[in-house]
């Protein structure tokens, strides 16, 4: 198996079918491409529940790090329209953890838990052999709320709106340039390099989604490994969609735009948390919403047709079309690993 997230043919052949006993109150399962699971609690209300790695990289200090390890799950969570309210945490820590550190690295996750107003109800926390950083545990959260603004692939319709908040490649210019600052700050402009090294904190679209979810939605995703494009691609298949894309609309930051170039990756299917992508019927709604909150978004295209399997499509600026293919794998990672050699 590669690194990384399973491929979908994994998932489709050993996961899905293998559930254990299968209730129907489980109205979302899980499905490759779609962020939770909702459990239909009755009375017109769900319970929405996704788990990730406890993901914390010391080299951004605790502190900072369990921001984007909070933000990582709050934000997949938030795609189904339900905020998260509960969390359970499993800390399986390194033993070289002192015990300053652990209190760095838990009061971090209590300060941004309490911003987004989720609360701790359980977990476990050990220091044990054969662990190590980033990955030192589990985390899981939960959420409920109204059943008719859950995010669902059977609301997806032909005719909505399909918006990009933030732009691509998101995280891949803000851990690069976190993880290597003296290599950016050396090639970029002084204004570039902090435009680029502050954009660590918008490596969430907890706050996005809920903006979303208030005005009306069908189903967001967020880009992560794969990136816009990946998601994209993600939504149509799981929607049996075709998804028109308009080039004329895509939008990128500068920062992300000098970065990609400088370590030549294409920002487009590179890993982007912090980007959410919004199916909806209201997409200009949503577009003014999100501007209140200081937060830039485009409606970037439409639900088109029905397509088994799904299908996206790029209509460039001269009005030719190219098939958005899912990628074989995130650009993120290969510069990742070439920045380690040059700077070590």
Known sequence: MRLGKIDEKIFQEVIYPHLGEVHEEVIVRPQHGVDTGAIDLGNGKVLVVKSDPVFIVPQFGFKKASWFAVHILASDVMTSGIPPRYALIDLNLPPKISDEE????????????????????????????????????????????DKEK???????????????????????????????????????????????????????????????????????????EGGVFG????????????????????????????????????????????????????????????????????????VTDEVVGGETVLVKKDGSKKKIEHPEEDPFWRAFFELAKQVS
């Open 102 to 145: 652990f209190k760095e690295i838990w009061i971090g996750l209590h300060e941004a838990m309490k911003e987004i107003g989720v609360m701790v109800v359980g977990g476990h926390t050990g220091v044990y052999e054969g662990t190590d950083y980033p990955m030192v545990g589990g985390f899981v959260m939960m959420g409920i709320g």
């Open 150 to 224: 859950l995010g669902m692939p059977s609301k997806v319709k032909v005719g909505d709106d399909v918006v990009m908040t933030k732009g691509p490649a998101i995280e891949a210019t803000a851990l690069l340039v976190n993880l290597y600052p003296s290599y950016f700050e050396k090639r970029l402009s002084k204004e570039v390099f902090r435009e680029a090294y502050e954009l660590y904190w918008q490596m969430s679209c907890w706050k996005d989604g809920l903006i979303a979810s208030n005005v009306g939605i069908h189903l967001m995703h967020d880009a992560t």
């Open 231 to 302: 998601a994209l691609t993600e939504i149509a298949r799981v929607t049996n969609k075709r998804l028109t894309i308009y080039e004329e609309k895509l939008f990128m930051r500068r920062e992300v735009k000098e970065v990609t170039d400088l370590v030549n990756i294409d920002p487009w299917v590179s890993i982007s948390e912090g980007t959410m992508m919004i199916i909806t019927d209201k997409g200009e709604e949503v577009k003014k919403e999100l501007a209140k909150n200081g937060i830039e978004s485009e409606v970037i295209g439409k």
